[in-house]
């Protein structure tokens, strides 16, 4: 059987991977000319380190660990309000979660994938049709093929799922905020660490990757209306946010200078794709462009790893009953990435809204620490969905 994945970053490899293990032949397009880098340093815990361990990506995935081991969150005036070890905030396990380059794990998912997967990048979709017993479709570079199955890894703003389910906006949940990530020269002298300036409407955190000579950032502002297309251009949003930063010490300056020279921005709002469901005849979407978590979450890569790992062992148990093997990938996986979305909450303590809430949590933060409550009772969401054996159920 002939499968079509739209996107090779996190989960589109990851079903590569999976489906070819199962026997599919399996082609990925990819828009994009090569994988693409860059992006926050993202975290694979709990359920989602199960999948890549059964890939054989644990030792890859522990040398490119960034193994950050403090996270001070400082005030508006560049005070410290807290440091502590990440995990306790994050829920993460030492010795079991990593913390990795976004754009690494996209790498090394490519390199584990490539040679039993057909990569075609400077390409996509443009027209699907579903006939029922097989999907017909063109690409933009004229080819046409047809496939039992296609399946969309495209993102939060997934073709895939504009094909069948029409425009994004009745699935989109703006969770209130709009952020840019970059990497930068680290002029800061940072080891290991992660740096979170937080205050009303806004806050920018800093990470050290491994290599020490380059950071990345993360500027984020609070923002009540979605951005329309036209603002999402990269110079109108860079003017938006050197506005709002323009007058805060700390390490902004520079940050800002880092925005002004970066080539790798990645701008996007905050936000969350909440649907009824995932699939229409032989066509399913996987990680973000199906149920998206967003940053604040801190599981985005872990649930597209995980995601795509029940989507194909679902798919290899019931290969010639779409409708099966669809509505089992739901069962199976919607409580858990659903779960996992809901740590988002209604509002995100990085970016209090205003001046009160702020000074509360600050001096709450000062006196009290962490609860140490909040580590463990994400830890058990990240750990909660049992990862089957496809292989002895296939
Ligand atoms: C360059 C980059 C930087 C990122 N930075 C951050 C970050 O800083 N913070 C954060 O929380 N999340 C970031 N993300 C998103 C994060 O990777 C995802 O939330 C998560 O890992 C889920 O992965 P995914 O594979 O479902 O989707 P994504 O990682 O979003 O990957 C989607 C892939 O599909 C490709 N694509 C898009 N449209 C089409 C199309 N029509 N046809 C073919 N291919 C298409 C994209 O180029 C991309 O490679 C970033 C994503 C990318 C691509």
Known sequence: MKILISGASIAGPTLGYWLTEYGFDV??????????????????????????????MTASLRDAHLDIRKLTLVDRDGETILAVNP???????????????????????????RDRCAYRFNDYVTALDDRGDSVDVEFKSGRRERYDYVLGADGLHSATRGFIFGPEDPFIRHLGYFFVGFT????FGMAREQRVFSTAGRMAGISSVRSDDRVTALLTMALDEMPVAAERNADVQRDRFKALFGQDGWHIPQLLEGL??????????????????????????????????????????????AGAYVLAGELASHAGDPAAAFASYEREFRPFAEANQNIAGKRWQFIPDDAETERMRNEHLRA???????????????????????????
Do not use: C
């Open 27 to 56: 082609e990925i397009v990819e828009r994009s000319s090569e994988v693409r880098g860059g992006g926050y340093p993202i975290d694979l815990r709990g359920s989602a380190m199960d999948v890549a361990e059964r890939m054989g």
């Open 87 to 113: 995990e306790q905030f994050s829920g993460g396990t030492q010795g079991h979660d990593v913390e990795v380059p976004r754009g690494d794990l996209a790498r090394l998912l490519y390199e584990r994938t």
């Open 184 to 187: 930068m020269p680290n002029v």
């Open 260 to 305: 002004d020279r970066g080539d790798d921005l990645y701008f996007d709002t905050v936000s969350q794709i909440r649907m009824p469901g995932w699939s229409k005849g032989r066509i399913a979407l996987a990680g973000d462009a199906a149920h998206g978590p967003s940053f604040v979450t801190g599981q985005g890569s872990s649930l597209a790893l």
């Open 368 to 394: 009290n620490g962490l609860p140490a409550a909040s580590g463990e009772a994400k830890r058990a969401i990240h750990t909660a969905l049992k990862i089957k054996d496809y292989h002895a159920d296939s």
